[in-house]
């Protein structure tokens, strides 16, 4: 078995050290993190719904719209959605509705 030079091992354990501190703080942040929901759900929050808002607001507007779309089919292929989608009300369902409402 070989072994490492001087330098090599005193570089290796500069980043092992290095690399040790880092996942203590990681550590630290993870239960700040922790504290702050548990702040949040004792005043009244929905803990998993804080989640998935910090989770969507990563996410660029594109990028949430392509897994609202995916997630939409997906559903509608399991039978999840009705058959009919809800309309929105730039697509009105027909346009007898629309003109009586004028």
Known sequence: ?????????????????????LEEEKKAIASDVKDKYLEAKAV???VKTL?????????????REEEEGLLEVYLHALGMLPEQPATTAREPENTETL????
């Open 44 to 46: 009244g929050f929905d």
């Open 1 to 21: 078995m070989s072994t490492l030079q001087a330098t090599a091992q005193a570089q290796l354990r500069q980043f092992i050290e290095q690399i040790e501190r």
């Open 51 to 63: 989640r998935k808002i910090v989770t969507l607001r990563k996410k660029s507007q594109t990028e």
């Open 99 to 102: 003109i009586a409402a004028e």
